[in-house]
């Protein structure tokens, strides 16, 4: 078993040694590497993909209406890539235009073929084991007060399957979501002083773990893969410290993968959860 399992690491440690080689393809094409969007201070696919300029286009569509989002609410999101080739991806980001801080989170509605991730201080979604789909909806939790105008910035790839990063094509674009204009004041993001564990939970409850700094009211929403909001809590106490939390369900869920999407104030949490 020794023998076995150390083979197994010397071969890996010979993937990553080759560098833009075999191991640096799998990792991009099961999900993007994130913080290369093309946004202000990120890089673009182009670190490691050359661009053969070939014929690649992306297109956004956005649930709220006209383009406007209401703080706290959730909207769906569809992103495509369109081209002529046999493998897509894509990576995006959602930041104030202010400023340019996270704006809001995203939750994947179809896990086996999107990715969600978090890395210098924003949140990421992009694609999960690239293949011939190019279409991907998801969905972006607005942040719970106005921060103002939101650019969502998204980055498309059109690989042509080569086993290597010469030859692909790839394109950045951007796009723009107003608050609505009922909402109050512009208030800018502030540090989060929460974390939290998704536990695996029974048909008939959610088990999740939340560590606060401070107390504070939570709102505590969970979806099926189609989207469907299966539970809404709009007012769970939270003490500070550990909170270990048992939600009850009022209709059993069947088994299966879900999505919880948690703020405590201006803190947003989203994760995926499985029902036993």
Request: aromatic fraction near 10%; charge should be positive; hydrophobic fraction near 35%.
């Amino acid at each position: 078993m020794k023998i076995r399992i150390t083979a197994a690491i010397l071969a890996f440690v010979s993937l990553l040694a080759s560098g833009s080689g075999a191991a640096h393809r799998m990792l991009h094409s099961s999900q993007p590497i994130w913080v290369r969007t093309g946004a202000p201070s990120e890089s673009t696919c182009g670190s490691c993909h050359t661009n053969s300029g070939g014929n690649v286009s992306n297109s956004f569509a956005f649930s709220g209406a006209n383009n406007r989002y209401s703080p706290g609410e959730t909207d769906t999101v569809t992103v495509q890539v369109t081209g002529s080739t046999s493998r897509y991806g894509f990576e995006m980001t959602a930041l104030t235009t202010a400023g340019y801080l996270a704006a809001g989170s995203f939750t994947a509605l179809n896990t086996a073929n999107t990715s969600t991730g978090y890395l210098s201080s924003r949140y990421y979604v992009g694609h999960r084991n690239a293949n011939t789909t190019n279409t991907w909806k998801f969905l972006w939790h607005a942040p719970v007060t106005n921060v103002g105008s939101v650019r969502f910035y998204l980055i498309g790839m059109a690989a042509n399957g080569n086993n290597s990063t010469s030859g692909d094509s790839w394109v950045t674009s951007n796009y723009l979501v107003t608050a609505d204009s009922t909402a109050s004041n512009v208030q800018p993001p502030v540090a989060s002083t929460f974390s939290t564990r998704l536990l695996p939970s029974g048909p008939n409850q959610v088990n999740l773990e939340v560590a606060a700094s401070e107390p504070g009211m939570a709102r505590v929403a969970v979806y099926d893969l189609n989207g469907r909001k299966v539970l809404s809590l709009e007012n769970q106490a939270l003490h500070g410290g550990l909170n270990d939390l048992r939600l009850p369900l009022r209709q059993a869920l069947v088994p299966g993968l879900y999505l919880l999407h948690l703020e405590v104030g201006k803190y947003q949490f989203s994760g995926e959860f499985p029902v036993l």
